[in-house]
């Protein structure tokens, strides 16, 4: 079965990073194959960016996103610009609540993640809002497991930051799960 994840943001947010995390993570399961395309503006670093990554049980014939289950969105401007290309009966938003505000009415699943808020509340640091964020995806879309992802964090980012990468992951499973009961 084909799932597709949508990652928008700003650039320098680590947008792109997490969608090749969430990629290299699938990846770890031989039954699937990954596609991951990725497109930001000229301005890069603080211009609007999006990743997407395609996960099926079979050849991947087309690896551009066609029809989007799950938007991993950390900017109220990526909001504002992608979520027109998604079905909003279906797919299910997952927004930085400290940076996403708002979300269209007609959509469906919204949860709200306070990744920013958190990881400088925690951290010290933004910079760890990104993998906050796999850990929500990971506990509200089962796309890709909390465990391959934190396997797939060694090598992929910086030694003297693992650690906290993987407390970030965490937070981020856990505020994941929070906000699936939230919902219910």
Do not use: W
């Amino acid at each position: 079965m084909r799932k597709e994840v949508r990652f928008a943001g700003f650039g320098g947010q680590g947008v792109i990073k997490a969608a090749l995390l969430t990629a290299m993570a699938a990846g770890l399961n031989d039954e699937v194959e990954v596609a991951q395309t990725q497109s930001y503006g000229p301005e890069a670093r603080g211009g609007a960016c999006k990743s997407d990554v395609v996960i099926n049980d079979g050849e991947i014939d087309y690896v551009k996103a066609l029809d989007i289950d799950h938007f991993l969105v950390m900017s109220q401007p990526a909001m504002d610009r992608y979520a027109s290309e998604l079905d909003l009966s279906k797919a299910v938003i997952i927004a930085d609540g400290t940076l996403v505000k708002s979300a269209p009415e007609e959509a469906a699943k919204v949860y709200y993640v306070d990744a920013t808020a958190r990881a400088e509340q925690d951290f010290g640091r933004a910079l760890f809002a990104n993998i906050i964020m796999l850990g929500a995806l990971a506990a509200i879309s089962k796309v890709v497991k909390l465990e391959d992802l934190s396997t797939i964090l060694d090598g992929n980012v910086p030694p003297k930051t693992l650690e906290t990468n993987r407390q970030a992951l965490r937070l981020g499973y856990e505020l994941g799960e929070e906000a699936l009961v939230k919902q219910a």
